[in-house]
Every structure is written in C-alpha cells, then in structure tokens.
C-alpha cells in the first residue's frame, strides 16, 4: 500500500478511534496504534519539557507532542517531546518536517522499547533529525544520540553517550537534570 493510502488510513482511525488512541505512526509500510501513555511516563516528558523551557533562547520553543511526517521516507512519528523555532513551527498547519527540528525526544514505554531503541534509532537520523534523546525509566537510563550521517547500513547517528538517571546530561546546548525523572514500578 503506499504512503499517501497509509496516511489516509490513519486518519481514518484516528477519527474513529482517537478517544482510545494516544498516536498513530507508519513506517516500514505499517500502521501501529499507541495507546494512552501511563502517568509516569507523561511526567517524564512533562519535566523534560519544564527544564528544557527555562533554557531555551530566541524562539525555540519545547512541545510535547506533534507529527512529524517524511512521506518520501514513509514515515510518520509523533515524538514525546520535539525543540524547533516557534516561527518555523508556525509555518506547519498539520504534520511537521522533521528537517526544521533541533531535538526530539522519545520517554520509552514498558512495552514497546523497541520502536524507540530500533526503528527510531534508524528513523530519525534518516529523517534529518540532530539530536535524539532516549530516556528509559524502565532501566533509570538516559541516552544521547547526535551528528547523524550515512553509514553502511543507511542513516544513522555516530555519536551516542550514555548516562544513569542522577547525572546532568548534556544535549546539544542544554543540561537536563535527569535525576528528576521517575522510574516505572517493578512489574
């Protein structure tokens, strides 16, 4: 099916399904719904946010949510967290280029880690995207991907830095706390 069919398919059940479905994202010519996210992993992204708004200078603003949408690659994805300028930004009536962004980031959820260890890993840097920041409460982690590039098996990022929840993490111009994010209960 291509991308254009796909998308529309997704709208589709965005509208008949929006009040159970957090986001929809396509890649690899598939659809996959996400669920509603649980309280600790939207406090995660909401004290992200917080920090990286009183560091943030000129227009750039933090968001929590939006689409970012390649349809040459055929990829849509609706980070947890993305930085642009307020004024590009405001040139976006619906899905966003994800070459205009500074930063995306994604909190992983208990059950899906793959999407943001895997296929976003090969995704955003594809898409053009600088900085990716992963932050993993299921292992107290946080990880830093920067400078992507061509590599033999496609896009991808060349620099990766890790840290354990506690550390003060560099990202790009910023420094997150990451001792206030919350890990997830054992299960």
Not at 125 to 134: D, K, Q, T
């Amino acid at each position: 099916m291509n991308y254009a069919r796909l998308r529309a398919v997704a709208d589709e059940l965005m509208e008949q399904y929006g009040d159970l479905v957090r986001k929809i994202e396509i890649r690899d010519g598939a659809i996959t719904m996400v669920m509603s996210s649980s309280t600790p992993h939207e406090l995660n992204a909401m004290r992200l946010r917080r920090q990286l708004d009183h560091q943030l200078t000129g227009d750039l603003v933090a968001l929590t949510g939006g689409d970012i949408e390649d349809p040459a690659l055929g990829i849509l994805r609706m980070p947890d967290l993305i930085v642009a300028s307020e004024a590009v930004l405001e040139e976006f009536d619906d899905k966003i280029d994800p070459r205009v962004l500074l930063l995306v980031a994604e909190v992983v959820s208990p059950s899906n880690h793959s999407n943001d260890y895997v296929e976003k890993m090969r995704d955003y840097p594809a898409m053009g995207i600088p900085l990716y920041l992963l932050i993993d409460p299921r292992k107290g982690t946080v990880r830093v991907c920067s400078d992507p590039a061509d590599g033999p098996d496609g896009p991808r990022y060349r620099a990766t830095h890790d840290y354990v929840f506690g550390d003060q993490v560099k990202v790009g111009d910023w420094v997150i706390d990451s001792g206030e994010f919350k890990r997830y209960a054992p299960r």
